[in-house]
């Protein structure tokens, strides 16, 4: 246990944070799919805290709570898409203000950033920011208003040292915000590290279910004034998460560390194989002590080193692709952190302007068997590459 007045975060998701049903007593949260709330005769709302459907939703302050909890932070609020909380909290960015992001992370991330500066005569520069010194040495030159930065990477699986960027970050006023998505609330607690805000796409391994769209974000001091924007924001401007999706979050999330634990065993296991595979040339893992990240990702994430990996095989894109076509029981898809393992060929994805080498293959591990998961692999690899 973290400290001794708070709940494991094991118990805190199984119990939905202490949320029942009130009215029928029942231990599952209901779904109110009401998008608006009756007043009684002298015009007061019969429940204080709705109103109206756009801000006002039990069942997403509960997923809210929970999240809230598991990320031990101040507030907590849902949004209908990652992306969707990505753009709220860059909106805190004045015009003519200062952004400094992370290079090779999500793409969709970065075209937007990219694409957002360009708009509001926003100054952007971009920062491999797993090497610290390069990185302090660039906040303390640049003095960005806002430094995003995502640890682990997607798809290079790069570790960013949380706490030497906040004590950067501090120095010069800048908002540290960090998407931790590929590391959920049960492997790292980046508000504990120092950052401002943590942001995740809900969609994937929080969720765990490949279906519900969701993205959230956690900020440590609620009395920030870029907080209060994106709470200003999120209301006027409807980006709200529905009702059943936050009830499926709800649902997903009461199984996320036992997942979390079954899916980290599974990519460990899997990144040792590959490892040493003669038709493999190099893993991405920050599990594998020849990881560049390795040590950062051991002080930084508690309770595993995650479920995504990238690895190169021998070959050329050709290889790699029919290296993803033999596979028969791993699915070929977009997205990640479900209880499936999907594998996806990034290239074909991102293009080939955004430098991600033809030969690489991102791995997202599910809780199947891995016997199975290797053994898939390994007719694959051998039939193909």
């Known amino acids: 246990m973290r400290n001794s007045n708070r709940l494991n ?8 944070a202490g949320a029942l049903d009130a009215a029928s007593g029942g231990i599952v949260p209901s779904i109110q799919t009401s998008t608006t709330f009756i007043r009684d005769r002298e015009y007061e709302l019969v429940n204080k805290q709705n109103m109206y459907g756009r801000d006002n939703s039990d069942v997403v302050r509960i997923a809210e709570n929970i999240l809230n909890k598991l990320e031990d932070a101040e507030e907590t609020l849902l949004f209908p898409s990652g992306m969707a909380a990505i753009a709220a909290v860059m909106r805190t960015t004045k015009n003519g203000g200062k952004i400094l992001f992370q290079s090779g ?4 991330t970065t075209k937007w950033i990219r694409e957002f500066c360009q708009r509001r005569n926003i100054q952007s520069t971009e920062i491999d920011c797993a090497n610290i010194d390069v990185l302090e040495e660039a906040i303390n030159k640049f003095k960005p208003d806002l ?41 790292s607690q980046p508000l504990g590290l120092g950052a401002d805000i943590v942001m995740h796409s809900a969609t994937k391994a929080i969720n765990g279910h490949s279906d519900v769209l969701a993205g959230v974000l956690s900020v440590s001091d609620q009395t920030l004034p870029q907080w209060q924007d ?25 199984t996320l560390p036992l997942r979390m634990e079954r899916m980290c065993d599974n990519a460990l296991a899997i990144a040792q194989y590959l ?38 095989v021998c070959g050329d894109q050709a290889a790699a692709l029919g290296f993803c076509g033999a596979l028969d029981l791993i699915h070929r898809a977009t997205s990640l952190g479900g209880v499936e393992s ?44």
């Open 9 to 16: 975060p094991e118990t805190i998701a199984a119990h939905a």
């Open 105 to 108: 992370i999500y793409w969709g």
């Open 147 to 187: 430094v995003f930065v995502e640890t682990p990477s997607n798809p290079w699986l790069k570790l960013v040292d949380l706490t030497k960027t906040s004590k950067a970050c501090k120095a010069n006023g800048s908002l540290l915000v960090v998407d931790s998505t590929a590391a959920t609330p049960i492997l």
């Open 230 to 254: 994106i709470v200003t924001d999120r209301h006027d401007a409807g980006a709200i998460i529905g009702n059943f999706e936050a009830w499926l979050l709800i649902r997903g999330m009461r």
């Open 275 to 312: 490892e040493a595979h003669e038709k493999v040339e190099t893993v991405l893992y920050p599990g594998l002590a020849s990881h560049h990240g390795h040590a950062i990702a051991t002080k930084q994430m508690s309770a595993g080193y995650g479920f995504l990996m990238s690895f190169i």
């Open 342 to 385: 999907v594998v996806e060929h990034r290239q074909t994805i991102e293009g080939d302007s955004t430098g991600i080498p033809g030969n690489l293959v991102r791995l997202s591990v599910g809780i199947e068997y891995v016997d199975d998961l290797i053994a898939d692999m390994g007719q694959a690899l051998d039939n193909s590459v």
